[in-house]
């Protein structure tokens, strides 16, 4: 293994020296073996005092050159040019094997000079959840950055109650963010500027670096990952909840985590975040969101591209986005997409969404039944599901035809089905319970939980009851901002 740290010493205008502090009776309560072994990162590391020593002694391996990193982000439509890694650390960034280069990053490591007024901490509760959701994101398919282990502690933080602190390690490409380019932008530092562009096309997007317009290669690559990512979401019903700019990674993966939710019921409308009352950042608006934030990207570019060419890479996010969620959508209803039927299965994808929808019903369990639509049934278990059969029996109708025009056998397009349509999902209440348990030290729940949503297409006994929609009161379920 291989630990560098390019980012601290190469964007030094962009990195303040800060070190972890050990909190109050600390434990490690989670490693993920399997991620530590894809990195080549030391097997001892999944021991507690291993860990720590390379985290909290000078001679530790992730103690050396440990960065608070600064940008700035568009939150809510605003710009702020005051943000940056508040309890947030870079420790080292990790090189792999096929010489990918991976960020480890300490969260909850405490105050930094980005801190502003809040205490540098996160909480169990927020650092569970974040944990919980970059491993169900990353088994369905959905790029995201991943959790590395999780650090518990006995030290008392405040939100809304008294709470405790823990810290997690999380993993990914970068954490360049939209905002950090934003930052040099807005604060007219174009030499600074210039040298993240630099930075970037050495280190993470070296194929844009060789093409004919690198800055323009560089837009064109983060459009296309961002339209590809939000399709995802929109496809596994999963709403991020605070789509700042500064919460929008250059790789196009889903990160910092806050109050997202999966949805339960079908309700395109529906808002995570609580504290986003006019719903900027509701489900359906994503899509919306997300070119938005690519124009505010797209500002840091004026100074290499013309407008037309800024323009033309922009107008490509809405083209990729539905391509890539109609792509989806074909495989979770277990269509075949061809240039003759494409009219038709949008209609059949839309009007089945739109009774969802009509029936609040529940996003991935009836797309699970989904899964056993049987072209020669009247598919009875399926009909009782809704309460206008006529809609339905009419939307069977077109769907089995199309279906019986594919010629694919019905078992094997069962099973196809199956693959795309997630049996285990991360619901809120299940993570709050899992939170519940892990208050009071218990943290069994976590680690089942956390073997199911790694199998979250196969139906196993032992899991089953990751499987259940949620009862009233999870449906209703606040998720606190304050992390
Ligand atoms: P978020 O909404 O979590 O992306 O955070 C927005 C900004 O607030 C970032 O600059 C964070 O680093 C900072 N922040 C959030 N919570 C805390 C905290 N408890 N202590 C210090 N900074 C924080
Ligand atoms: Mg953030």
């Not at 530590?36 to 291993?50: R, V």
């Not at 050159?65 to 939150?75: I, L, N, P, S």
């Not at 070296?206 to 323009?216: G, I, Q």
């Not at 949805?263 to 994503?286: A, K, M, V």
Request: aromatic share 12%; with cysteine.
């Amino acid at each position: 293994m291989k630990l560098d740290h390019s980012f601290a010493e190469e964007l030094t205008a962009l990195a303040s020296e800060v070190k972890p502090n050990k909190l109050i009776n600390s434990h490690l309560v989670a490693f993920n073996q399997e991620l530590a072994t894809e990195l080549g990162l030391p097997t001892e590391w999944q021991e507690e005092t291993e860990l720590f020593n390379t985290l909290y002694t000078q001679e530790g391996l992730l103690n050396r050159r440990t960065v608070a990193q600064k940008y700035g982000g568009h939150q809510f439509g605003h710009w702020n040019p005051e943000l940056g890694d508040g309890r947030g650390l870079l420790l080292a960034e990790a090189i792999d094997k096929q010489k990918q280069r991976w960020d480890l990053h300490l969260k909850g490591a405490g105050p930094t000079p980005y801190s502003r007024f809040a205490d540098g901490r996160a909480v169990l509760r927020s650092t569970i959840r974040e944990y919980l959701a970059s491993e169900a994101l990353f088994y369905l398919g959905i790029p995201t950055s991943r959790a590395l282990c999780l650090i518990t502690s006995d030290e008392p933080v405040y939100r809304e109650k008294q709470e405790r602190a823990a810290k997690m390690i999380r993993v990914c490409q970068s954490h360049l963010r939209f905002g950090h380019f934003e930052y040099f932008y807005h604060s007219k530092q174009p030499q600074k500027l210039q040298s993240l562009f630099d930075y970037c096309f050495k280190y993470h997007f070296t194929e844009c670096a060789k093409a004919e317009s690198p800055y323009l290669a560089l837009l064109e690559k983060i459009v296309q990952d961002t339209a590809k990512l939000i399709a995802k979401w929109q496809a596994f019903g999963f709403n991020h909840g605070v789509m700042n700019t500064d919460n929008m990674s250059i790789h196009g993966i889903t990160f910092d985590y806050g109050p997202y939710a999966f949805l339960d019921d079908f309700e395109p409308t529906f808002i995570c975040n609580h504290s986003d009352p006019q719903g900027r950042y509701s489900f359906d608006s994503q899509p919306g969101v997300g070119l938005w934030n690519l124009n505010a990207l797209a500002q840091s570019f004026t100074p290499y591209l013309e407008i037309e060419q800024i323009k033309q890479a922009l107008s490509t996010y809405e083209g990729i986005l539905l391509k890539e969620y109609s792509t989806l959508m074909h495989h979770k209803l277990g269509l075949v997409p061809s240039a003759a039927n494409s009219e038709t299965h949008a209609q059949i994808i839309n009007v089945w969404l739109d009774m969802l929808a009509a029936e609040k019903k529940d996003y991935s369990v009836t797309f699970r039944q989904l899964c056993q639509f049987d072209i020669l049934d009247d598919n009875q278990n399926l009909r009782d599901q809704f309460i206008n059969r006529e809609r339905f029996d009419d939307w069977a109708k077109q769907y089995a035809l199309a279906l019986s025009k594919q010629g694919i056998r019905q078992t094997q397009r069962q099973t196809q089905m199956r693959h795309h349509n997630p049996h285990i999902m991360l619901r809120n209440y299940l993570a709050q319970q899992v939170i519940d348990r892990a208050e009071e030290g218990n943290f069994e729940m976590f680690h089942q939980f956390i073997a199911a949503l790694k199998k979250p297409y196969e139906e196993i006994e032992e899991y089953q009851k990751f499987s259940a929609p949620p009862p009233d009161w999870g449906k209703q379920l606040e998720i606190s901002c304050s992390s």
